[in-house]
């Protein structure tokens, strides 16, 4: 299939990353299989603890210390930025030395990456300004008079009112939805193909959620990358993804496309999710307050490694004998939708 | 900005003012004075003093006043005249006796603080990100004992070794031949033969704490997200450590510059008397033990200026270092 191969932008295969501690072996990262293509937005729903961060930690070889990538490949088509030929490279990022120049090429200017917190995200003592520009100097070799001229532009995108005055302003005289604004085009600056976004507007409110969130989706036209939106929020994916992995436990349980994720999932952890999630209408139509379904039990704790699958304790159609001692392989009951699970394989 | 400084520097006459009133009455404190002390020690050798003699002299250095009054008669002549008044000890004009011994000391301890910054800022940088490293444990070992252990202890094992072992005498700050040579390159190279001990003994305690302080606040800071933020745009892992966390790392340090410039300048008084210098911390020492208050007054009003003007550097570094303090405190 070679014309499929020429949009293929991330592909991580058997992605293991483990921490080490003195308790025991946090197995954060336990067997992740993905695929990305160009522009495409590829939305990670998991709980807490899931691994969803340290997966996107893993691709940017940032994962701290006493993490480390045990086994898989992240594959990444790197095509030339100056568009001398549309072949990509393949580069194995597990390969790379993570303090190695090669990565450090590919961090904020092939895969960006976004955090969760805005407030936390710059520096305090240096201005927002010289923290975007820096590197913009970095990756495009460029003087400091034409990185400050892209970096105002750069403002002027991501809708910061002022940017002029706002690049020699230090983070702590923004609001976090003007600093989340500016983080985004930190990230943006080299004009990425991949954009990391791990819960970016879960410390904002829900006006300058919706904001931040359209501001992404224009850029992402307009800049024609592709963004992996890490997130515990459905309605977010809903609003943002093209297609959605699942995750529980370090491994992907179930991946589609949105619409198939919402309103035909297969994973009894994915129908799950639905119902945890709080509907206002079902809210006020009640007269008794009546509790939300939730998944019942708790996560398992991180040493443990359950046999079988490791939602056996939790799944309302647990097979004894099944679930509880091979783990389910990865099937695909219709074509482009994967699961996890021993009921449909 | 400017207006600040202003305030600062005039805020800073009432607190001399207090130092100098509190210095005075502490050095009056015991009881006695420099003649009773001294007429004690004639009468401890079999001499027999005048009681005229004593009278005329408590007279002429004023000691019959009230103390208030010899306050005011002291400081007005050291605002009017920058004249510091007389020492008994030494017998003569405190000024003449203090200009050389406290340039001296003010070198020493300025040398000990260049050795200290110069030694500790990239060791405590090093040790906070190899931390639980064989490095942290090395210096965190050397640290504890350089806290630990007196100058004066250190000052005397120091000097025993290198009489013993290399034949060196390194007390004095120069060499038995040079004291009362004029000044030249020959000097000066003697003058630096000697020097480094006393540098050193300073420089460790200072040091080490300095160390400590360091590696905790980077140990804080390289947890924070910018700092993963900054390695996620593809600086060098260089360049991430000191844009970032070093960058507010610094702070502790460079607020404390005033203090330890001064905690140099009294701490080394018993070293001074160990390893035998000229300088001023023995000069305060044996001003105290014959209650010469003149010469003890005018080291520590001297002291007090120098803590009051090291805290106002300290402030403008760091304003000048850090914007939250420049923004936050000096225009509201």
Known sequence: MPEQDQNLLLEIKGLRTYFHLAEGVVHAVDGVDLKMHRKETLGIVGESGCGKSISAYSMLRLVPPPGKIEAGEILFYK????GSTNQAEIVNLTKLDPNGSEIRNIRGNYISMVFQEPMTAMSPVRTVGQQIMEAIILHQKVSKEEARKQTIEMLRRVRMSNPERVIDDYPFQLSGGMRQRAVIAMALCCRPSLLIADEPTTALDVTTEAQILNLMRDLQDEFGMA???????????????????????????????????F???????????????????????????????VIKGMVPDPYSRLKGCPFHPRCPKFIAGVCDEVEPRMVEPEPGHTVKCHLYG | MVNYILLRLLRMIPQMLIISVLAFVIIQLPPGDFLTERINRLKATGLTVDNAEVERLTKMYGLDQPMAAQYIKWITNIITKGDFGYSWTFARDVNEIIGSRMGMTFFISFLAFVVCWSFAIPVGILVAVKQYSVIDYFFTFLGFIGLATPGFLLALVLMYVSFEYFGL????????????????????????????????????????NLIRTLRATMLDELRKQYVTVARAKGLSEFKVLMLYPVRIAI??????????????????????????????????????????????????????????????????????????????????
């Open chain 2, 169 to 208: 005498k390194v007390g004095g700050l120069f060499s038995q031949e040079m004291i009362l040579a004029p000044w030249s390159w020959a000097k000066f190279v003697d003058f630096l033969k000697h020097i480094w001990l006393p540098v050193i003994i300073l420089a460790i305690g200072g040091t080490a």
């Open chain 1, 263 to 293: 309103y035909n999932p297969l994973h009894p952890y994915t129908q799950g999710l639905h119902q945890s999630i709080p509907q206002l209408k079902d809210a006020l139509s009640r007269k008794e307050h009546k509790r939300l379904d």
């Open chain 1, 79 to 82: 095509t030339p930025k100056d």
């Open chain 2, 251 to 332: 702070n502790p340090i460079v607020s404390t510059f005033g203090w330890l410039l001064v905690w140099f300048f009294s701490g080394g008084t018993v070293v001074e008397i160990v390893l035998n210098l000229d300088t001023a911390g023995p000069m305060l020492w044996r001003a105290l033990m014959t209650q010469d208050m003149y010469t003890a007054g005018a080291y520590i009003v001297i002291v007090g200026f120098l803590t009051a003007i090291g805290s106002l550097i300290s402030d403008l570094l760091l304003a000048a270092i850090d914007p939250r303090v420049r923004f936050g405190g000096l225009e509201a």
């Open chain 1, 227 to 261: 963004i992996m939106y890490i997130t515990h929020n459905l309605g977010v994916i809903a609003e943002m993804a093209d297609n959605v992995a699942v995750m529980y436990m370090g491994r992907v349980v179930e991946q589609a496309d949105v619409s198939t994720i």
